[in-house]
Every structure is written in structure tokens, then in C-alpha cells.
């Protein structure tokens, strides 16, 4: 097959960075017709699909406007790496169309933004997004981990590039690190290169096990779905609980847009108790059923707090302006029983809410 190499170009190659072997096209194939795309792409990390992104559209001299409440990882490239490379930033708040006008630029090239923010689970003004993009020619970058394409299709709506965590819920097992660009043939063409020269690629057999995670992708998002708005209910409810942030709730202020665009609000939330950090420390401490990590969308249920894990990287009033508390927990939801989670959480939180009592408790 390489004999007229010469009429072929480097990224056609079939060779295992270059991301085209079986492996690498069966489940870019796969991930293309889940969100209704042409192409799709997977890399090495959700930052790799997100770095390989953003290089691949952006160049020295170009602006980006993205939304100021993301991925801990996202922020800390685009603040802490893209200007090194030429390129500058704005940030925008996702529900405020008016500010886009305000801070775009002749040059500016992208708007990028989350589906449903991490850790506050906001939810944009998705139709202006595209609106917006398309008449100021601007690339629209979205990513979609925490809503999945069971539950949101970017590509349908408008936008040109959906990003995912494979490690999450495309693959929903929690035993790879795994990313995916999805969009049209042309854009994914220019991100695979980039990615190729990066050297972010996903092994085949990891592409395996994405591919494998995917086949139960739908039944495992129905169980996240449901357990999770009845989860949210049950601590919107409970007097020791100050927030609950779940767009699946009629109380959560993007609810309607959010019950218009998706098909379902994932089983992705965070909360606050009353008594800040050392309750959300005792909370933590007390449930037996989630695993306390900073990860998502697996099978298990997860709970951490972002101010230590995975927007630790954000300076502590960059964090508090955004509602990112030292004491906000963020929780996964996973597949185990509902009303298990629920009676687990209704414990934690009373020993949360009564340390003393909990502290006598451990000692006997």
C-alpha cells in the first residue's frame, strides 16, 4: 500500500500516531453518527482533544472568546499557555449576548464554550451561540462531556466542533483516558493533523475499549438521568442543604432552556451544606458509597470538591467571582440503586450537619 506514497499525504499514512488504524476509524465512525456529524477524531485526554482544537483553529494573532466558568484544565490552558502562542482571549458569560458584541474583535476567529458548566452545571444561551458564530464567522467550539450525545447533539443545533472527555461518559468505565473532536470533514481534518504532530493519539486498544463503553452508552444514560433529578430533589429538600445546582430542577434558573434543548440533564450536580468547607470535608468523610475522586460519568458514583481538584489551578477569587465555593461539592451519579445513594446521603449529611456527634461517634 505504500508503493505510490509519493501521491499520498504524511497524515495518510496507516500508522498508529496518526490515528488510522481499524481501530482508530470504527470508532470515529461510531462517534460521528452519535452526534450526527461527518468526522470525529479521538485523542489521547479531553485536554488533548481540547489543546489539538483550539491550535488547530487559532493562530498567532487571533483572539478567542470562551465562557468564563469551565473545566479547571481548559481555563488553566487558555490563561496559562495560549498566549505563549500569539494568541489572546476574552471571557464571556454564556447567558449574556449583549457582552459577545462588546469584546469581539477583527480578529477575532472562535467562541468556545461547555454545555453545561463545570462545576455549576450553568447552562448557555446555546441558540445565540450558533447565531452568533455564524454572523461574525466564527468558529463555535462546545464541550459536550457532561451532557453526552444521549443527551445533547451540538452538531444538530449549529455548532461546527463538539468536544468530549472520552474518559467519562462515551466510555463510562473509568479505565481509560480518552478524548474526541466531532464535526465536519473538513475541521477534523485540520485538528487530526494538528493532534498527529502533537502526538496526543489514543492506542488502538484503548479505542477498543471506547468503542465497547459506547455500546451501553444509552442504558447507562437513562440510569444517570433519572437517578440524578431524584437525587437533586431529595436535596433541594433536605433543610441542611443551602444550593443545588441541577438544571433538571424547575428552581434551577436555565431550567426551560434546558428542558427545551436536551434530552435529558445527565447525572451530573454539585450543592453546597450549610457549614461551608468542614461540612462538605464531613460529607465526604461520611458517605460509603461514592468513591471521593475527581473524575465523572462512570458507572460509580463520584464525589469530590473542584476548589482542591480539578479547578484547583484557579486563583481563589477568580473561583469565588465564578460561585466556585471552598465548599461546593460536585457529584457524579452513577449507576447504583437510587434510593441506596439517597439513604447514604441522607446519613452523611446528618453527621455533616452535627460534627460534634459524628466525632463522639468515631471514637467509641
Known amino acids: 500500500m505504500y508503493e505510490t506514497l509519493g501521491e499520498k499525504n504524511y497524515d495518510d499514512i496507516r500508522y498508529i500516531r496518526l490515528n488510522n488504524t481499524p481501530n482508530h476509524l470504527a470508532v470515529h ?8 456529524a461527518e468526522d470525529a477524531v479521538v485523542s489521547a485526554s479531553g485536554m488533548a482533544a481540547v489543546s489539538a482544537t483550539l491550535l488547530s483553529t487559532l493562530s498567532k494573532g487571533d483572539h478567542l472568546l470562551i465562557q468564563n466558568c469551565l473545566y479547571g484544565g481548559t481555563h488553566d490552558f487558555v490563561t496559562e499557555d495560549l498566549e505563549e502562542f500569539g494568541i489572546s482571549y476574552d471571557f464571556i458569560d454564556g447567558n449574556e449576548p449583549a457582552s459577545w458584541e462588546e469584546k469581539i474583535r477583527p480578529n477575532t476567529k472562535a467562541i468556545y464554550v461547555e454545555t453545561m458548566t463545570n462545576p455549576l452545571l450553568q447552562v448557555a444561551d446555546h441558540r445565540r451561540v450558533v447565531a452568533f458564530a455564524k454572523s461574525h464567522e466564527l468558529v463555535s467550539i462546545i464541550d459536550n462531556t457532561f451532557a453526552s450525545p444521549v443527551n445533547f447533539r451540538p452538531i444538530e443545533l449549529g455548532y461546527d466542533l463538539s468536544l468530549h472527555s472520552g474518559t467519562k461518559y462515551l466510555n463510562g468505565h473509568s479505565d481509560i483516558v480518552a478524548g474526541a473532536v466531532i464535526g465536519s470533514s473538513e475541521m477534523i481534518v485540520r485538528v487530526k493533523h494538528r493532534l498527529n504532530h502533537l502526538g496526543g493519539s489514543l492506542d488502538p486498544h484503548a479505542c477498543f475499549l471506547l468503542h465497547r463503553g459506547m455500546k451501553t452508552l444509552a442504558v447507562r444514560m437513562r440510569q444517570h438521568n433519572e437517578s440524578a433529578l431524584k437525587i437533586a430533589r431529595f436535596l433541594e429538600e433536605n433543610p441542611a442543604v443551602e444550593r443545588v445546582n441541577y438544571p433538571g430542577l424547575e428552581s434551577h434558573p436555565y431550567h426551560e432552556r434546558a428542558r427545551e434543548l436536551f434530552d435529558g440533564y445527565s447525572g451530573m450536580m454539585s450543592f453546597e451544606l450549610s457549614g461551608g468547607r468542614e ?41 469565588l467571582q465564578l460561585g466556585i465555593t471552598d465548599g461546593l461539592i460536585r457529584f457524579s451519579v452513577g449507576i447504583e440503586s437510587t434510593e441506596d445513594l439517597i439513604e447514604d446521603f441522607g446519613q452523611a449529611i446528618e453527621i455533616s450537619s452535627a460534627p460534634k456527634l459524628a466525632q463522639g461517634s468515631r471514637m467509641d
Do not use: C, W, Y
Not at 465512525?29 to 450526527?36: I, T
Not at 460529607?283 to 460519568?297: N, R
Open 29 to 36: 465512525q461510531k462517534l460521528a453518527a452519535l452526534e450526527g
Open 279 to 319: 461540612a462538605a470535608n464531613r460529607f465526604l468523610k461520611a458517605v460509603t458509597i461514592p468513591i471521593t475522586a475527581p473524575s465523572l460519568g462512570g458507572v460509580e458514583s463520584l464525589v469530590t470538591i473542584p476548589a482542591t481538584t480539578a479547578h484547583l489551578g484557579m486563583s481563589e477569587e477568580d473561583r
